[in-house]
């Protein structure tokens, strides 16, 4: 009888054990066992599956408790490092992976092979063949923050207005009122349907860290100028009066749009679907596709140096690793590490070199530059080929007007129109913008063409306000572990 009861006692506390363990997420660390320095952008899965995640800039990882069971096997690995494996159930919090060790005849024969010139061509070469658009279903989270600076020096003059409900010292005050920083945090959890040259969007979850201030801001401008906007309403529906902007010599007629948007809650907002799927398809166009300007370090080697590095190893596949620089005319700077065999890229870091920019316009008071980008992009060798698994982005750029404006509000006449009213201003503005995406592939399925054409894309996606960032927002869900400045992040508290 005592046998059986503790046969019973330990069955019981087994199954205690593992519910505990599948009823949240595993959160970890990944370490340099040497060093014992985070290492930053592992990837993280589980053995035979194909959903995971990616480790942070700052070695953590979070993997939400559907992904995994108990008994399964966690799998990490980092360019340069042994693949670590561990039942899920062992993983510590803190897992240490190993430098790897490469046969010395394996890196002198693959030494002689290619020069890196050599190399870049065949996988330029070998690049659409080796990273084929499938007919897929991809579990996405996306990460996308801004933060726009509108420094205090910046000008907005009033010289003129006769607009109903627009008198110059009420947009005085609510100029005066603007922050000098604006902050823009959304995260969305989505599955994208590709099949072919179409795809389509469907939402799971969403959240905006959106600034409360901000919104209250905005509901304080609309209270003000409400008079203003009725007025543009009730003259729209006049067919004889019309908008005009005027700046300098030039003067074009303004569309102006009267559709009422969505009425939205503290709670919840809404977006356009296809606007969010328009965003993904060209992050991924955008960094991780060799048609990108943006990988010009391949398809514009006359721009470039480039140096062999040591091979070395990722996920049991020896890789080459080849630097690059630019010469006169490139911009950017980083590695790529491809497979020695099929010459599929599995890693490529690049940014601007030190005192490069691109997009520099200054025309008639008008600026535009950006001066800081770059990327890690990271694939899966699978076996359709090498897939997208991981982008991390940023960009920065600064915009400027220095020119004087007016909208002019104009009534048809025989002869020649009438002006009605006038808004005429002088602009003085500098705005310093910092864009950060990051886009996991958190899992793929193959799709046929009957379940592409059975997804359904609704057409807006909801986003719910949160105050925090906090992995309990997302219901133990796989997603990107934010890093600790983002972590700290919090909306700023209501005004009112």
Known sequence: MNQKLNSLTLVLTLLSLTFSASSQSLVGMILDEETRGPLPFCTVGIAGKSSGTVANAEGKFILGKETYQPGDTLVVSHIGYDRYKKVIAEVPKEILLKPVSISLNEISILSRELTAKEIIEKIEENFDSNHPEINERQHIFLHEYEKAKFPNANQMKIKESDFLGLDPDVIRDALDKLPNEFVEYKDAIVEVYHYGNDSKLIPLDAVSLEEQSMQDLGEELENKFKGFGESIKESIKNEDQYFKIKTGILSFKADMDTANSDGTADTIYLNE???????????????????????????????????????????????????FKPKMGGLFEGVIYCSTATYGVLQVDFAYASGKSDENFHLLGIGHSVDGKGARVIWEHTKDGYLLKYINAYEHETASIDRNFSFVKKEKRFLWDKTVNTLSMDLDLYFDINDRVELLVMDRNPITEEQYTKAEEPKKITFRKEISNSPDIWNNQTVLAPTSELAKYKRSSSSK
């Open 273 to 323: 679907t296809s606007y969010l799927k328009s965003s993904i398809n060209a992050y991924q166009k955008r960094y991780a596709d060799i048609s990108s300007d943006n990988w010009e370090f391949i398809t514009k080697p006359g721009k470039y140096r480039y140096t062999k590095g040591e091979v070395t190893i990722v996920n049991d596949e020896l890789v080459y690793q080849v630097s």
